[in-house]
Nanobody, 125 residues
Framework: VQLQASGGGLVQAGESLRLSCAYSGRTGSIPGMGWFRQAPGKEREFVAAIDWSGASTFYGDSAKGRFTISRDNAKNTVYLQMASLKPEDTAVYYC???????????????????WGKGTQVTVSS
């Protein structure tokens, strides 16, 4: 499975940004998709995840109420819509896929099986 994240950039606090992650290399839908982020000097942090149907979504505390994860299986793409961005949202955002693991581990880094290279999001104050 290959993952390609895009959509990062430099924005001002309060603005919005949408990240996209295109996946390929697997026949059929990927059961679980997620977004994680890592700021300099910090551990990789769970942001949001979604199951194959899109009916179940999960959010980290920092994302609740501001970020929305969605997916379009016809386009093999998962999205992260980020609103009301803050300087503390500055990080490299990684797209990840869960193919083999249990859904209850989708919010953990070790629960994900494949990772993209990440896209930088910088929020200025």
């Amino acid at each position: 499975v290959q993952l390609q994240a895009s959509g990062g950039g430099l924005v001002q606090a309060g603005e919005s940004l949408r990240l996209s992650c295109a996946y390929s290399g697997r026949t059929g839908s990927i059961p679980g998709m997620g977004w994680f982020r890592q700021a300099p000097g910090k551990e990789r942090e769970f942001v949001a995840a979604i199951d194959w149907s899109g009916a179940s979504t999960f959010y980290g505390d920092s994302a609740k109420g501001r970020f929305t994860i969605s997916r379009d299986n016809a386009k093999n793409t998962v999205y992260l819509q980020m609103a009301s961005l803050k300087p503390e949202d500055t990080a490299v955002y990684y797209c990840a896929a869960q193919v083999y693991g249990p859904m209850n581990a989708i919010t953990t880094t070790r629960g994900m099986d494949y990772w993209g290279k990440g896209t930088q999001v910088t929020v200025s104050s």
